[in-house]
């Protein structure tokens, strides 16, 4: 079954401990992006890679940090997680290099940061 | 920069209503639009999407939307709506050509049985 899988879906932590979230496709998706998603703000992209070792920043990159080193994942990292990043976390991948391709939504990771 | 506008943030109508979701959008040049739906806990799934040709676009489950260039719309509409189609709404735009995709701030349909 073609999908997006992310991992944890719930993540509670402290201010400060890094921690990692993975996400994997396999649908052999050249791009793939990560999302924030915030009560009355909508989706905001933190991040998006064009290709294996190809990223740049989205409208909220602060605080994050992404590889890239393997077509099918595409981590999120927070070295230094702080309240003001609890949030539900959506990773998302298209084929192709152009944006006519919808996205493929993983199932989300809400993190809580205390 | 691109911005969406999702003037409705909050929609409550009964079984078999008429729903019209506004989307605005603020880039003048040529667009790639979407609409995404996000149903109680899951992940967001595409509704419909227009590149080009006829501005009318039908999505699934009986949703369709209009691209109105002159007014920078893409409104999304459904004759009759379901409890099931209790959702929120994401409108989403790309400039042609750009990766980089914008999102609005969604629409919380609630309907009532």
């Known amino acids: 079954e073609a999908q997006v899988t992310q991992n944890p879906r719930y993540l509670i932590t402290v201010t400060g401990k890094k921690l990692t979230v993975t996400c994997s496709q396999n649908?052999?998706?050249?791009?793939m992006s990560w999302y924030r998603q915030d009560p009355g703000l909508g989706l905001r992209q933190i991040y998006y890679?064009?290709?294996?070792?190809?990223?740049d920043k989205g409208d909220v990159p602060e605080g994050y940090k992404v590889s890239r080193k393997e077509k099918r994942n595409f981590p999120l990292i927070l070295e230094s997680p702080s309240p003001n990043q609890t949030s539900l976390y959506f990773c998302?991948?298209?084929?192709?290099?152009?944006?006519?391709?919808?996205?493929?939504f993983g199932n989300g990771t809400r993190l809580t940061v205390t | 920069a691109q911005s969406v506008s999702q003037h409705n943030h909050h929609v409550i109508l009964s079984e078999a209503a008429s729903l019209e979701l506004g989307c605005n959008y603020s880039?003048?040049?040529?667009?790639?639009l979407f609409w995404y739906v996000q149903y109680p806990g899951q992940h967001l799934q595409l509704l419909l999407k227009?590149?080009?040709?006829?501005?009318l676009v039908k999505g699934i489950k009986g949703f369709e939307a209009e691209f109105i260039k002159s007014k920078f719309s893409f409104n999304l509409r459904k004759p009759s709506v379901q409890w099931s189609d209790t959702a929120e709404y994401f409108c989403?735009?790309?400039?042609?050509?750009?990766?980089?995709?914008?999102f609005g701030s969604g629409t919380r349909l609630q309907v009532q049985p």
């Open positions: 998302a991948s298209s084929p192709g290099q152009n944006y006519n391709s919808p996205l493929h």
């Open positions: 989403a735009v790309n400039q042609g050509g750009r990766r980089a995709l914008t």
């Open positions: 649908m052999n998706h050249e791009y």
């Open positions: 227009y590149f080009s040709g006829d501005p």
């Open positions: 880039y003048g040049g040529t667009v790639n």
């Open positions: 890679s064009m290709n294996v070792e190809v990223t």
